[in-house]
């Protein structure tokens, strides 16, 4: 029944139709006047190594920024989603697979830059749509570890009877993924996915400003504005680029995120609910409006049609009839030994091409290094977890708290610290502080939210009923905490810490070395050697440093975080 003052659903309808409407129109305006600058040409000899720094240009370099993130932000879902399953539902395939995402969540995003930038500008000569290209996907690799591994995290983590109902429906895949995979994996998905475009927004000046050989190039943004102010030594400037930040992603926060944290809450697994939800009135709004249905009614054709085109994928627990034999011992010995083979090939080339260029007494050096930035990394999880793993279970567990911490939460997440990195070098350089030890915090600001906002999630999605069965028991806060939220969280921590070391790792190339106008500060470490040599073009040392740390971080996982997934699967899943 409506309450007493409450418009009819008419009159809401109405004003939310017009209001989404006109928010629908000006974004897509706003997509195709940006979009034209897309097909700018591009000369490698005149185009500019920095942008202007007219604060006119500020909302233009924003929109263009923005642009970037939710483009990497839409590959990454999709990415997530198709890598996430496979790796989930084929045991065997994510024996290969999750390995395989370890190495690449462990790569910096200037390793991928380093190689992926040439290819990019050779696909698209002559246009600049050839590094908008690269830095779509230097945003993309720093959001998509984290979301892949979250969502991967839900489908193995999945209670038994949602398992078990889903096959005795005889669901097909397709049908299955849509109806329970992505309703379950949603909750976590959107959370990491905040924290994901975060750590994009942390990425943006390497993803905006380039560097070619001995060659600089700078694309218009937000983060190519505040490399230019750092080097012309303007704070003014960079205070005001900080500034339009903080506005942008409250802005994204209003119009975006919070209307999807609303919605997702209602994929919860278990009884969750509470007397005091999350609220959005842009989520309101599209609720109201008849534009979603209009456009739902539109695209059931295509629904239908794609239903019955991937029947081919066979039922939930099935397999696919197939006509095919299966591969014979030999062959299955002939393609692994094939395997092995162009491995120790290419393995030998990139070592005889380290050997002529910078020699192999580059990877010791480079490993001691590591070992260094690698103790960094471990003090910033354990800092990470003491401080925010109370605080987390503590929003999670109140929607009241939530509503209120949430945008705060994903203000300082997703705030670029980076862009205050030569404010930090001028307070390092006047207290005789050194980067060694101030590096710690510097990487814990573009990592350290990741724990936070998995823990939030896992601490969000306790049923109530065990809860409630804790305060009923009177078992204590301590015992609670033994007893329920630890275990019930631990997963999410694991997620979060394993997440939040591979941003450490790339956080340490930039945290360890700082520049404010000719002034630079190094800090002894792997991700120094990375960007020292980055900026001069050794690409041989950009090997060494870049196999180094994917190495490091591939042990790590896994002789502790595969072993705390497998623990966090097997004894503390809530199924």
Not at 432 to 445: I, P, Q, R, Y
């Amino acid at each position: 029944m409506r309450g007493q003052g409450t418009p009819s659903r008419g009159e809401r309808s109405r004003l939310a139709d017009v209001v989404i409407f006109a928010g629908l129109f000006v974004a897509f305006w706003g997509v195709s006047q940006i979009s034209t600058d897309f097909a700018a040409p591009f000369d490698p000899e005149s185009a500019p190594a920095a942008v202007s720094t007219d604060p006119a240009q500020l909302p233009y370099y924003a929109a263009r920024s923005l642009l970037r993130m939710f483009v990497a932000l839409a590959f990454s879902v999709v990415f997530s989603f198709v890598y996430a399953t496979i790796a989930a539902r084929v045991r065997r395939a994510e024996r290969i697979m999750i390995p395989i995402l370890d190495v690449l969540q462990s790569v910096p995003v200037l390793g991928f830059l380093a190689v992926t930038l040439p290819l990019w500008i050779a696909l698209f000569p002559g246009s600049v749509l050839g590094l908008e290209s690269a830095a779509v996907f230097a945003i993309f690799t720093s959001q998509v570890w984290n979301m892949t591994f979250a969502f991967y995290q839900s489908l193995i983590s999945q209670p038994r009877d949602l398992d078990e109902a889903a096959r005795a429906m005889r669901l097909t895949r397709w049908q299955r993924f849509w109806k329970l995979d992505a309703p379950s994996g949603a909750f976590p998905l959107v959370w990491n996915g905040m924290m994901s475009f975060g750590g994009g927004w942390f990425f943006l000046i390497a993803s905006e400003v380039f560097t070619v050989g001995q060659r600089e190039y700078a694309l218009p943004g937000i983060g190519s504005f505040a490399a230019a102010a750092a080097h012309e030594e303007r704070i003014d400037l960079l205070l005001l680029a900080a500034c339009v930040m903080v506005l942008l992603v409250i802005g994204v926060n209003v119009v975006f995120w919070r209307p999807l944290t609303a919605w997702a809450e209602r994929f919860r697994l278990g009884d969750t609910d509470s007397a005091d939800p999350q609220t959005s009135v842009v989520y309101d709004l599209l609720r109201r409006s008849a534009i979603p249905g209009a456009l739902a009614a539109l695209t059931r054709p295509l629904r239908e049609w794609l239903d019955r085109s991937m029947r081919i994928l066979g039922r939930t627990g099935r397999r696919r009839a197939s006509s095919f034999r299966p591969v014979p011992r030999w062959g299955r010995v002939a393609l692994v030994v094939t395997a092995i083979a162009a491995l120790a090939w290419g393995l030998i080339a990139a070592l005889v091409f380290v050997e002529r260029g910078v020699g192999l007494l580059q990877f010791p050096i480079a490993i001691g290094l590591g070992l260094v930035t690698m103790l960094r990394v471990f003090v910033v999880l354990a800092l990470g977890t003491i401080v925010w793993v109370p605080i987390g279970v503590w929003i999670g567990l109140s929607p009241r708290v939530t509503r209120f911490a949430q945008p705060v939460v994903q203000v300082l997440a997703s705030f670029p610290a980076n862009f205050l990195f030569p404010v930090f070098a001028l307070a390092l350089m006047a207290t005789g502080v050194s980067l060694n030890v101030g590096g710690v915090l510097l990487m814990a600001l573009g990592s350290q939210w990741y724990i936070l906002f998995n823990v939030i999630a896992g601490a969000a999605a306790i049923p109530i009923d065990l809860r409630e069965s804790a305060r009923s028991l009177r078992l204590g806060q301590a015992l609670t905490w033994r007893t329920l939220y630890g275990p019930a969280v631990f997963g999410s921590w694991v997620t979060g810490a394993l997440t939040a070391a591979g941003g450490a790792w790339n956080a340490s190339i930039v945290a360890e070395v700082v520049s404010y106008g000719h002034t630079t500060l190094t800090a002894t470490g792997l991700g120094a050697y990375i960007a020292g040599a980055t900026a001069a073009g050794d690409t041989g040392r950009v090997l060494v440093g870049v196999a180094v740390m994917s190495v490091l971080v591939v042990a790590t996982n896994r002789l502790l975080w595969r072993r705390l997934y497998r623990l966090a699967e097997t004894r503390y899943s809530l199924a």
